[in-house]
DNA sequence: TTCCATGCAAACTTTTTGCATTCAT
DNA sequence: ATGAATGCAAAAAGTTTGCATGGAA
């Protein structure tokens, strides 16, 4: 969390990221973005760059693809395979769902590339999780009566 | 890399991370690993543990599920799509495939959770690395000649 | 006897945070 | 005038690496 209530100020910088984003097929880093704003803004600073792509995460206004920041995790079973991941306890787990190799192809069609492989995640809250999360919201429910 | 040549030799820390790994479903962190770990083989070090994790997936035995260790994109994109990422030069590419809402009610009559979205990435080599990399693939080859 | 594996600590990479200042409202 | 946004530098989080020593083949 970076801002202490809901309430935006307009900021130049953050202006200049978010259109930066919408104008670009490039999925940058920050600090790729750095670099390529502090041209234009010299006095730019990474941190910034991070505290603002945050914001606009948390406003909806862009989307993170996460390849960084928490643990990576090991998996003794070498077979692909898709994952469950529970975004409140952090759970791991193997989906018992079959592994569709076809994909591939369809990918290699598309983009002219070679394909290795790929990787498919479901996020969410699992069932041991559920029942603790909804009634938390029924918390913060009552608060707002 | 870790080691000078290909051949490894025996050791109890890396058999245990292998039978550690063929023995639970939970995907467990580096540090997971070395804390269970640390308890039966109290000088283990958590360097070595990372360690041989790398070298086990050298080898093929176990699959990383990185989580980390490179930088966040960001997509300017916020509706759900799929994405291709050049394993040679970097580069993330939007697929202009449809995204397949259903699978997540797939899932969630799976897990019994509640899963909010999912993530598939192709990973492989752009049409543009393609022939760079047969290029470099058919230079090895004739120097086996 | 060779040289891979280890522990330890230091270094590295990527992201976040504290603080004093600036700026939007 | 208020407090969100900023730059800067320090810190945090996660992983890798250098070095001297121990251990498998």
Redesign the pocket.
């Known amino acids: 969390m970076?801002?202490?209530?809901g309430?935006?100020?307009?900021?130049?910088?953050?202006a200049r990221i978010l259109d930066l984003l919408h104008h670009t097929k490039s999925h940058p880093?920050?600090?790729m973005i750095f670099e390529e704003l502090r041209r234009e803004?010299p006095?730019?600073?990474?941190?910034?760059v991070?505290?603002?792509l945050?914001?606009l995460v948390e406003q909806g206004l862009i989307r993170e693809l996460k390849?960084?920041?928490?643990?990576?995790r090991y998996d003794g079973t070498v077979s692909p395979h898709y994952h469950f991941i529970c975004e409140r306890c952090g759970e791991i787990s193997d989906l018992d769902m079959p592994h569709n190799e076809a994909l591939n192809d369809k990918v290699r069609a598309l983009t002219n590339g070679q394909v290795n492989y790929h990787r498919l995640e479901f996020y969410g809250s699992c069932a041991r999780c559920l029942p603790i999360q909804q009634e938390h919201a029924s918390h913060r429910g009552a608060k707002l009566i």
């Open positions: 970076t801002t202490t209530n309430r935006y100020r307009h900021s130049k910088q953050r880093t920050a600090i803004i006095s730019l600073s990474l941190g910034n991070y505290r603002n945050n914001i390849m960084g920041s928490t643990y990576d």
